[in-house]
T-cell receptor, first 113, second 115 residues
Framework: EDQVTQSPEALRLQEGESSSLNCSYT??????LFWYRQDPGKGPEFLFT???AGEEKEKERLKATLTKKESFLHITAPKPEDSATYLC??????????????FGKGTKLTVNP | ETGVTQTPRHLVMGMTNKKSLKCEQH?????MYWYKQSAKKPLELMFV???????ENNSVPSRFSPECPNSSHLFLHLHTLQPEDSALYLC??????????????FGQGTRLTVV
C-alpha cells in the first residue's frame, strides 16, 4: 500500500534557527514527490516537485532533496512568515488506473520571532 | 491566486439539506479532483475526472455526487450528510503530459459544517 509518513508532526523554531522536515514514503514506482505549504483555512500551495533520487530544488529559504526512501525539506534561517503546515505527497496509481497524490499528515511549523 | 476557484468558501447545512460545491479552473488543465481534509488526517482523494470522464471513485458514500460538465468546471452535490462529513473540501486540477502527472493546483477550499 502506498504510504507517506511525515515527521515531526509539529516543530517550533526560533527565527534564524535552521532545521529539516522529513517525508518517508513507500510507493510502487515513484513517479514524483511533491511538497506543498498550507496556511490555516486555505488550500495547499505548491512548492516543489522531485522526480528522481539525488534531485534537489531550492526556493528562497527552502531546499528539497530526495533519496530512494525519503525526502527532506531544509529550512535555512526561517522567518515567522514561514510558519505553516508543510505537506508531502507522492504520485501513485489508483486501482482504476488513474493517477493521484497520496499525502502525509503534514508537519506544522511555527517560527517564533 | 492559484487559478482554481471554489465557492462557497464556507457552508453550514442541516442533515436533510441539499447543497452543491462549485470548482472552476481556467488553467487549461484536463484533470480535476475532489479531496477531503479532516482534522488530524491526511488529504483523502474522493473523485478524479480526466477530460470530463470520472475515472476514480475512492469508495465515497453516495450522499456525495460529483458532476463535471466540462473540463473547466467541477461540482460536488451533497445530500443527507452526516456530522462526520464536516471537513474542508478541496478541489484541484493538473495538466497531463505524456503520462507524467505534474503538480496539482488547489483551490482555497470550502469549509463545510453539517449540523
Amino acid at each position: 500500500e502506498d504510504q507517506v509518513t511525515q515527521s515531526p508532526e509539529a516543530l517550533r523554531l526560533q527565527e534564524g534557527e535552521s532545521s529539516s522536515l522529513n517525508c518517508s514514503y513507500t510507493v510502487s514506482g515513484l513517479r514524483g514527490l511533491f511538497w506543498y505549504r498550507q496556511d490555516p483555512g486555505k488550500g495547499p500551495e505548491f512548492l516543489f516537485t522531485l522526480y528522481s533520487a539525488g534531485e534537489e530544488k531550492e526556493k528562497e529559504r527552502l531546499k528539497a532533496t530526495l533519496t530512494k526512501k525519503e525526502s527532506f525539506l531544509h529550512i535555512t534561517a526561517p522567518k515567522p512568515e514561514d510558519s505553516a503546515t508543510y505537506l508531502c505527497a507522492v504520485q501513485a496509481v489508483t486501482q482504476g488506473g488513474s493517477e493521484k497524490l497520496v499525502f502525509g499528515k503534514g508537519t506544522k511549523l511555527t517560527v517564533n520571532p | 491566486e492559484t487559478g482554481v476557484t471554489q465557492t462557497p468558501r464556507h457552508l453550514v447545512m442541516g442533515m436533510t439539506n441539499k447543497k452543491s460545491l462549485k470548482c472552476e479552473q481556467h488553467l487549461g488543465h484536463n484533470a480535476m479532483y475532489w479531496y477531503k481534509q479532516s482534522a488530524k488526517k491526511p488529504l483523502e482523494l474522493m473523485f478524479v475526472y480526466n477530460f470530463k470522464e470520472q475515472t476514480e471513485n475512492n469508495s465515497v458514500p453516495s450522499r456525495f455526487s460529483p458532476e463535471c460538465p466540462n473540463s473547466s468546471h467541477l461540482f460536488l452535490h451533497l445530500h443527507t450528510l452526516q456530522p462526520e462529513d464536516s471537513a474542508l473540501y478541496l478541489c484541484a486540477s493538473s495538466p497531463r503530459f505524456r503520462g507524467r502527472w505534474t503538480e496539482a493546483f488547489f483551490g482555497q477550499g470550502t469549509r463545510l459544517t453539517v449540523v
